[in-house]
């Protein structure tokens, strides 16, 4: 049986090739949006207060080097076999090297449904994942220039909603804990799936809107699209294992690796990289990456994490 949550995308991308009237309001929207970060964050941090810190740095410079490597081997592949130009090459693979809010959350989605156990502590390292990326993808775009506005790009990515909202909340649940956020609970945990689904109607109509951007670069975007998300979900599994994570917890993992920004990155992309096409990197990520992940990539994912865990003996 299919989920509803991942129905309500379909349902969104239906009615979005069909040109329906359809569309949340912005305010909406964005009423969602910020529930879904807090809802993420403040659980992370209920479970983040549970162990110390310094438990956690070696799986924080972990993946903090795995989404500088990601964005690396995206690259080239871009550039050279793509035949994309410097700058949109740059700008993909960083969206490559990032990771989706919203495909994380419809992990969770579906780990909370099957009763599956992972690292309460992994939106931490979601929001470890945003940064490396950008810098990665700003320096092979520009090269150390003098000309790049380091203080706007930081800002832009520290001071941006997602980061903000995530962080705000794993503060506030580390602050807190489980017994403190009790009276908050009805509307950041038991209603998620619920504003998840409204989140994906909004996700389905937006992807619908980027299909027809996909008509010079379409069948390379598609294969890469495709074939880059399964590549790290690869690195993701096995950094997974090296780090001793849980069959959950490295699904998981080789979820973040898998998923293509399409907030944080695109905003700093505009600032540093402005002669990148965003609409290149928008198609990729969130026309045709995005959908993967939901629909397929996040249960292929966890049943590699299960087949590593066995043949491995983890």
């Not at 950008?134 to 832009?156: C, D, N, P, Q, Y």
């Not at 937006?206 to 998300?229: C, D, E, H, N």
């Amino acid at each position: 049986m299919i989920e509803p949550i991942i129905l309500f995308f379909i349902f969104g991308v239906v009615a979005g090739l069909a040109r329906a009237e359809l569309r949340l309001p912005n305010q909406i929207y964005e009423f969602v949006s910020i529930l879904l970060l807090l809802a993420i964050g403040l659980k992370g941090g209920v479970e983040l207060g549970k162990q110390p810190f310094l438990t956690l740095l070696p799986q924080i410079l972990a993946v903090f080097v795995m989404g500088m490597a990601l964005t690396l081997v995206a690259f080239p592949v871009l550039l050279k076999v793509g035949g994309f130009k410097r700058a949109d090459a740059a700008s993909i693979a960083a969206h490559y090297g990032s990771v989706s809010v919203g495909t994380y959350a419809v992990a969770v989605a579906y780990m909370g449904t099957k009763n599956i156990y992972f690292e309460e502590h992994m939106p931490l390292l979601l929001v470890v994942l945003e940064v490396p990326a950008i810098l990665v993808g700003i320096l092979l775009a520009r090269g150390f220039s003098k000309e790049t506005e380091w203080g706007s790009v930081m800002h832009e990515v520290f001071a941006g909603k997602g980061i903000v909202l995530l962080l705000g909340g794993l503060l506030i649940g580390w602050i807190a804990g489980a017994d403190g956020l009790a009276s908050i609970k009805p509307l950041f945990f038991d209603l998620f799936k619920g504003i998840l689904a409204l989140f994906l109607l909004e996700m389905g109509l937006i992807t619908a809107s980027k299909i027809g951007a996909l008509r010079r670069y379409g069948v390379f975007l598609i294969f890469f699209g495709i074939g880059m998300p399964l590549f790290s979900a690869l690195v993701g599994t096995g950094l997974g294992l090296l780090l001793g994570l849980s069959v959950g917890g490295t699904a998981m993992l080789a979820t973040l690796a898998a998923s293509a920004s399409y907030i944080a990155v695109p905003a700093a992309m505009r600032i540093s990289v402005p002669d990148a096409n965003p609409t290149l990197s928008l198609a990729a990520s969130l026309g045709i990456t995005f959908p993967f992940n939901v629909l397929i990539g996040i249960a292929v994912y966890y049943e590699l994490a299960v087949s590593s865990h066995a043949f491995f003996g983890g």
